[in-house]
């Protein structure tokens, strides 16, 4: 019998997180610091709103790009918080999370060999949305003595005659890191000097935490606005992962493509979750801003518990994720990971989950109340303290 399978696809890894929240579910007493999902629900205004069309009935399909009073409300959004604007019939879609849009985007710009680059430690499917697209990944491996920022630098010795697209994944997952103005100041020059694209994923940009200073997006610096495809969503700045809803911000010659594909892909976001985000975006700042609070207090918390273990972790300023180094263990971040969730029964990711240059390093979620975080410290801590004796 002929393989059934596509090569490439075979090719492509499963994420390198399902393994231990796999293990995770047939044990019990499990604290998880591994899920990258708010641990809020979504605020009830919005979830009334969604009631409210499902008993109206608004269950058709709406247009492919979107609701349309949806897509005037975060055009309004995304010049009220960031200084930026789109044309909301022609440059902006809704689509079924942020994952689809850097799927369509990919698949709407890339020719084969098409380089893209991708910097590292970062989310699990820029790459494999990138082989599908038949691109091809070139990793930047961020460092942590640049707080794992991408430098202009980096991304120079980078660039070959057939890069064509940089994904700008900040704030970061796994690592928390944030691309204040002046560093991406400095790689827009490189962008514009090498005639780049790029893709930014800025779902976190909502939960940033520097003092005096919100989210800068790079769509809004001179010149870059024609050059960036912007990717953000309502998972998590408003507690609504299971809604399925982002949208995508880009220049009419390729956002014509990406909703070509979505038209035929998928068709249309979910109707009842357009109509619930309506109400998310035109009302929702008050909520935003009381679980950015809450998460900044526990991201405190746990860099003082860190401080308190001697465990080294540069300070994250965005998303909700820490990223300390466990290097001085002398195990693998696989290996040390396994070792907590068996010896104490807590689930953290390896670093080498969003890349091999995370080896050494854990991903750990502050997405969790005070009182699980607690708990989940004390049994780290004890780990550690075995491990230093």
């Keep these: ?223 870059m606005r024609e050059r960036t495809v912007l990717i953000n969503g309502f998972s998590k700045a408003y507690a609504m992962t299971g809604w399925r809803l982002g949208y995508a911000c880009a220049p009419k010659v390729i956002l014509e493509q990406m909703l070509k594909i979505h038209q035929y892909a998928i068709m249309c976001a979910p109707t009842t979750s357009q109509y619930a985000a309506v109400e998310a975006v035109r009302s929702g700042d008050a909520d935003v801003a009381g679980m950015r609070e809450e998460y900044n207090g526990r991201r405190r918390y746990l860099m003082h518990r860190f401080h308190e273990m001697n465990l080294k972790c540069f300070e994250p300023f965005g998303a909700f994720y820490a990223f300390p180094c466990i290097q001085e263990f002398g195990m693998t971040s696989e290996e040390f990971a396994t070792r907590m969730l068996q010896e104490e029964k807590v689930v953290v990711v390896p670093g080498t989950a969003f890349g091999d240059c995370g080896e050494g390093f854990l991903r750990i979620s502050y997405a969790y109340s005070l009182e699980s975080l607690k708990e989940a410290l004390d049994r780290l801590e004890s780990f550690i303290r075995k491990l230093r004796k």
């Excluded at 499902?54 to 949806?70: D, I, V």
């Excluded at 560093?183 to 005096?212: N, P, R, W």
Aim: with cysteine.
């Design 1 to 223: 019998m002929r393989n059934p399978l596509s090569e490439r696809i075979t090719e492509v890894p499963f994420s390198g997180i399902r393994k231990f929240f796999d293990i995770a579910a047939e044990m019990k007493d499990v604290i998880s610091l591994g899920v990258g999902e708010p641990d809020f629900d979504t605020p009830w205004h919005i979830r009334d709103e969604g009631i409210y069309s499902l008993e109206k009935g608004r269950t058709a399909y709406t247009s492919n790009a979107g609701l349309k009073e949806l897509k005037i409300e975060i055009a309004k959004y995304l010049n009220r918080r960031f200084q930026v604007s789109y044309d909301y019939n022609t440059e902006m879609m809704i689509t079924v999370g942020g994952s689809e849009a850097i799927d369509i985007a990919m698949r709407a710009m890339l020719d084969p060999g098409d380089e893209v680059l991708i910097p590292q430690p970062s989310y699990v499917s820029y790459m494999p949305c990138a082989v599908l697209a038949n691109g091809a990944p070139v990793i930047i491996n961020l460092k942590e003595e640049n707080e794992f920022r991408l430098t202009a630098e980096e991304l120079e010795a980078s660039i070959t005659p057939k890069t064509k697209l940089l994904v700008l994944p900040f704030p970061n997952n796994p690592t928390g890191a944030v691309m204040e103005r002046k560093d991406l100041e400095a790689i827009a020059e490189v962008i514009k000097k090498h005639d780049l694209f790029v893709l930014s994923d800025e779902i976190y940009a909502e939960l940033t935490y520097l003092e005096g200073q919100d989210h800068v997006t790079i769509a809004s610096l001179p010149g």
